[in-house]
């Protein structure tokens, strides 16, 4: 059976099983018969470098670059992507032509029960500086420690005694089918922007492709990114800032973004919202972004690089 597209996925666990729903979803909307989709295993630099945060190394292109080369060199037709990954600038020639439908944005807490569980300076681990900077924020005694790897090596860490505790976003523990950790809610930790969708991009000028992605475009996840990755351009956000947001998709149909800057200890911090009708997604996140600069302390505006 010759395929009908090559998918270009990291070979992490999860990437691989974001990767299958993407091709179970392109095979059911088009009626194509299961395995008509095949995957094309890329082993990233982020993936090869474990043992330094990603700032230090070149940034989140480091989870995008490889297989941008594979689908702009024609060897794979799209790829598949976790969002929070993919830089908020891309190449011109590549467009993210769906979304598939957002799951749950919250992050889990591993190895206690809440933070004001966690005792008197436990040892965190985590690589995100936005979970540093909201989690030193609500406890500045405990110590916060890089940890990176695949979900299993970070659990492993926790078992094994070297942290007493992380956050893994809840997405990615479901799609696995692991159910450890306690959920922290958006109201103490708003998510990264992009957290729990998963992104599938093509080259622009590959219309067919473009076409066959439609089909699988979940709207309402569209708009709220959107407005997300808005914001992160707008403030100049990058793996080096603890930025969050999140867009939720209202009653009447609104757009409802939610945003907050930190300092890296957490102890400078800014938060706001707005409101946007369909089709001001991209508007209304810039307009955020220039509005919690205006309003930031100093030792948060110091992080970040708006256009």
């Given at each position: 059976?010759?395929?009908?597209?090559?998918?270009?996925?990291?070979?992490?666990?999860?990437?691989?099983?974001?990767?299958?729903?993407?091709a179970a979803a392109l095979e059911a909307a088009h009626g194509w018969e299961a395995g008509s989709v095949l995957l094309h295993e890329v082993r990233t630099t982020?993936?090869?470098?474990?043992?330094?945060?990603?700032?230090?190394?070149?940034?989140?292109?480091?989870?995008?670059?490889?297989?941008?080369?594979?689908?702009?060199?024609?060897?794979?037709?799209l790829s598949v992507h976790s969002c929070k990954d993919v830089e908020s600038e891309r190449p011109d020639n590549l467009c993210i032509a769906a979304f598939l439908?957002?799951?749950?944005?919250?992050?889990?807490?591993?190895?206690?029960?809440?933070?004001?569980?966690?005792?008197?300076?436990?040892?965190?681990?985590?690589?995100?500086?936005?979970?540093?900077?909201?989690?030193?924020?609500?406890?500045?005694?405990?110590?916060?420690?890089?940890?990176?790897?695949?979900?299993?090596?970070?659990?492993?860490?926790?078992?094994?005694?070297?942290?007493?505790?992380?956050?893994?976003?809840?997405?990615?523990?479901?799609?696995?089918?692991?159910?450890?950790?306690?959920?922290?809610?958006?109201?103490?930790?708003?998510?990264?922007?992009?957290q729990a969708a998963i992104a599938i991009e093509c080259r622009k000028d590959d219309a067919e492709t473009r076409a066959l992605l439609r089909a699988i475009d979940?709207?309402?996840?569209?708009?709220?990114?959107?407005?997300?990755?808005?914001?992160?351009?707008?403030?100049?956000?990058?793996?080096?800032?603890?930025?969050?947001?999140?867009?939720?998709?209202?009653?009447?149909?609104?757009?409802?973004?939610?945003?907050?800057?930190?300092?890296?200890?957490?102890?400078?911090?800014?938060?706001?919202?707005?409101?946007?009708?369909?089709?001001?997604?991209?508007?209304?996140?810039?307009?955020?972004?220039?509005?919690?600069?205006?309003?930031?302390?100093?030792?948060?505006?110091?992080?970040?690089?708006?256009?």
């Open positions: 059976m010759t395929p009908r597209l090559l998918v270009g996925t990291r070979s992490s666990p999860l990437a691989l099983a974001q990767a299958r729903t993407a982020g993936d090869e470098v474990q043992d330094r945060a990603l700032a230090e190394i070149g940034g989140k292109a480091l989870w995008t670059k490889e297989l941008d080369q594979f689908l702009l060199g024609g060897t794979t037709q439908p957002r799951a749950d944005v919250r992050d889990r807490l591993i190895g206690a029960t809440s933070i004001d569980a966690l005792s008197q300076g436990a040892k965190v681990g985590t690589s995100s500086p936005r979970r540093t900077a909201q989690l030193l924020r609500r406890r500045p005694d405990l110590q916060v420690s890089i940890m990176r790897g695949n979900v299993a090596t970070r659990l492993n860490h926790i078992a094994s005694g070297n942290y007493e505790a992380t956050f893994l976003a809840a997405a990615g523990l479901d799609r696995l089918g692991i159910e450890e950790g306690q959920a922290i809610e958006i109201d103490e930790f708003l998510p990264a922007p992009g979940d709207g309402p996840t569209r708009r709220a990114v959107t407005a997300e990755r808005a914001f992160c351009r707008g403030v100049g956000g990058s793996c080096h800032s603890p930025v969050a947001a999140l867009g939720l998709i209202e009653g009447d149909d609104s757009l409802w973004l939610r945003a907050e800057l930190l300092s890296s200890d957490g102890a400078a911090h800014v938060a706001g919202d707005v409101r946007a009708a369909p089709g001001e997604e991209e508007e209304a996140g810039l307009a955020l972004a220039a509005e919690l600069l205006g309003r930031a302390p100093a030792e948060v505006r110091l992080l970040f690089n708006p256009a």
